[in-house]
């Protein structure tokens, strides 16, 4: 029995002892796993350190005391971590590593910015932990490069290698100092990532971030303060990133899905100046980035080559060439801000709504919603504002062309501006008139044009409806104060196009009312019209013009109210009664008629429909112009000026009245 003890007490001790010695060699080995890591960074032209290595067998825990690295690349990028504490750590397959958490602790990143800009930023994070953690068991060496970008780049690639459930950090606070310009602090609260793994990021969150700048522009200071809270974003993808830091993909032309939905508010920032501002709610979905369009080596290279000093108009047109690449690299599905209000020097305003979209370089619709705001002569209203079909990229270019005070923009330039955007849309709109107390209203305004021949468009159409008041102090509205008018509404719809096959183009107008007074409807037409006359040069375009020929012209006159104002105002005029003032009007056209007859019969009868239409109020005048033969357009308008009863002879003239 006591040998049995015995052998029993001396296999434990031999237990206990291989334990630590097994503990003992493990500790050993990883320490120099550590430390070929660190010697990885030192190979590259960095600098790294670190403390004390220890580890538990009990706990497989592993410890990394006083961590500090610094880039090779320049200005250089460096880290320090007082602690790293990795729990249940494992090999699950060769050159994998994994850990049940990682915790740091006061984890510090110190950014250098390169002039002509030259600054620092420093960020500062007390704790930061990693859940199920797994990555490569040793790092990738990296390149041998001096660039920052090569430095992110390497980054992200080495990120796409790793997966962990969560990395939270409950606080980071940070400095950005770029002189006497422009100074300030940011702290975050609430961070986490979840989720991680091959190079994506399912869910992001910062619950709360705040920020103070201090500015100094042109002898001002401004100091500025922002929060915005409940930042929340989804399904990141790293690899969308690295692509546009690659130059080996710089003739890549497919999108790469950025990240999808992002929300966050409400956010609000205050001024020294007198601003403050708050967004309710602001989201951005569906972003991409497009390599070949989105290069930052080169846009960095330009930015850096621009410098401080004011660039020629050379070098001005290329930075807004770079610049308007980076519009074209970038796809937005949906922005969209709500809920936003601000109190300025000038006034209070308040907008509902701010949304657009991107892709190619172009902004579908850019949309304003709900501005309530005031002006010097009263309050301003709108319900929307868009413009549609912006290419903001090739504006960019255009305007850059401008870039030269001393050469004049030429007609062939200013014409080029047409195609940049194609629509104009108002809703809803209140605004002051004049200096006196009232408003014009807008109930709806939509402009849009296209068909595109060259920069010039062979189409477009006009649709609008609004009030305005009557200015009494106008001598020319003094007839419409008289007949008890202190307001117009104008209610239209007005389109052209040009059609290339017929070589034909038509005015259509299918409604204008003058509430109140008249309803119009007309349609002009025009033949053999080349296509030169949409040339952006004027002499081309006025060459081709000659080649034009009147077509058919069809015009329909409502009176709504307009003929007994004319009646009226000529009542006054001649001091006798309405009805005199009407029987005048209409010998006076019959007259005139007869004189019109010798000329031309056909004018002869559209006059005496024209009497008829005075004659009784509320009539309907219906005139068709048809051409006799092949009348020149370009002809036809100056006979007008000179001999209309002659112009008029080329067509034959159809009227008509009724109720």
């Given amino acids: 029995m006591v040998k049995i003890l015995i052998g029993l007490a001396a296999a434990v001790v031999i237990a206990v002892g291989g334990f630590f010695g097994f503990e003992f060699y493990t500790q050993h080995r990883i320490a120099g796993e550590v430390e070929a890591a660190f010697a990885q960074i030192r190979a590259g032209g960095g600098k790294a350190s670190h403390g004390k290595v220890s580890f538990d067998l009990k706990t497989r825990t592993v410890t990394i005391a006083d961590i500090k690295t610094e880039s090779a690349t320049q200005p250089p990028v460096s880290i320090k971590i007082a602690n790293v504490v990795a729990s249940g750590v494992g090999q699950p397959d060769t050159g994998r590593f994994s850990a049940d958490s990682i915790e740091a602790s006061d984890f510090e990143i110190g950014v250098s910015i390169a002039e002509p800009a030259g600054g620092n930023l420093a960020y500062k994070v007390p704790r930061l932990v990693m859940k199920d953690y797994s990555g490569p068991a040793s790092l990738q060496r990296p390149q041998a490069s001096a660039s920052v970008i090569d430095a992110?780049?390497?980054?992200?690639?080495?990120?796409?290698?790793?997966?962990?459930a969560s990395v939270e950090a409950p606080s980071v606070t940070g400095t950005i100092n770029f002189g006497p310009a422009m100074s300030g602090e940011f702290a975050y609260s609430g961070t986490a990532l979840r989720d991680i793994k091959a190079g994506k990021i399912a869910a992001m969150q910062v619950e709360r971030a705040s920020f103070t700048v201090n500015t100094q522009q042109a002898?001002?200071?401004d100091k500025m303060t922002g929060e915005i809270l409940n930042l929340g974003s989804r399904d990141f993808d790293v690899t969308a990133a690295a692509a546009v830091l690659d130059p080996q993909k710089a003739n890549d032309g497919q999108y790469y899905r950025f990240y999808g939905k992002t929300t966050a508010g409400p956010y609000t920032i205050t001024?020294?100046?007198?601003?403050?501002?708050?967004?309710?709610e602001m989201m951005l979905d569906e972003v991409g980035v497009r390599p070949s369009r989105l290069q930052f080596p080169a846009l960095l290279t330009a930015l850096q080559a621009a410098g401080t000093t004011p660039p020629s108009p050379t070098q001005?047109?290329?930075?807004?060439?770079?610049?308007?690449?980076?519009y074209e690299g970038m796809r937005v599905g949906t922005a969209e801000m709500r809920g936003l209000s601000a109190e300025t020097p000038q006034g209070p305003f308040k907008l509902a709504a701010i949304r657009f979209n991107l892709e190619d370089g172009k902004i579908g619709e850019f949309a304003v919603e709900g501005l309530d705001t005031s002006t010097p002569k009263g309050p301003l209203k709108l319900g929307r504002f868009a413009l549609k079909s912006l290419d903001i990229a090739n504006f960019m270019r255009v305007s850059a062309q401008f870039a030269n005070p001393a050469q004049p923009p030429s007609h062939e330039l200013i014409a080029a501006l047409f195609p940049l955007i194609q629509g104009v849309e108002i809703k809803a709109a209140t605004a002051p008139f004049?200096?006196?107390?009232?408003?014009?209203?807008?109930?709806?305004?939509?402009?849009?044009?296209g068909q595109f021949v060259g920069p010039i468009p062979s189409k477009a159409r006009l649709t609008a409806k609004m009030t305005t008041p009557v200015d009494a102090a106008d001598p020319s509205m003094k007839a419409l104060i008289a007949a008890g008018l202190d307001t117009l509404s104008a209610d239209g719809d007005i389109g052209a196009e040009w059609t290339e096959a017929a070589r034909s183009f038509v005015v259509d107008v299918p409604k204008l009312e003058i509430g109140g007074l008249l309803k119009v409807s007309a349609r002009i037409a025009l033949a053999n019209v080349p296509r030169q006359v949409f040339s952006a040069s004027a002499a081309q375009?006025?060459?081709?013009?000659?080649?034009?020929e009147a077509g058919a012209i069809e015009l329909t006159l409502r009176d709504l109210g307009s003929v007994d104002l004319g009646v009226v105002q000529y009542a006054r005029a001649q001091n006798v009664s309405r009805d005199a003032a009407r029987k005048a009007i209409v010998e006076n056209i019959i007259v005139s008629s007869k004189d019109v007859g010798s000329a031309n019969p056909d004018a002869e009868a559209a006059v005496q429909a024209l009497a008829r239409f005075v004659e009784t109020p509320g009539q309907t005048l219906v005139i068709k112009l048809t051409p006799l033969g092949k009348v020149q357009a370009m002809q036809l308008l100056q006979m007008l000026k000179t001999d209309p009863l002659v112009a008029l002879a080329q067509f034959r003239i159809e009227a008509s009245t009724g109720l």
């Fill in 152 to 164: 992110y780049r390497f980054a992200l690639e080495q990120f796409a290698t790793v997966s962990a």
């Fill in 219 to 221: 002898g001002k200071a």
């Fill in 271 to 280: 001024s020294a100046l007198g601003l403050r501002m708050r967004v309710e």
């Fill in 316 to 326: 001005a047109r290329e930075l807004m060439e770079k610049m308007a690449t980076v």
């Fill in 434 to 449: 004049k200096n006196i107390s009232k408003s014009v209203n807008v109930d709806s305004f939509d402009v849009n044009w």
């Fill in 541 to 548: 375009a006025i060459g081709a013009a000659a080649q034009i």
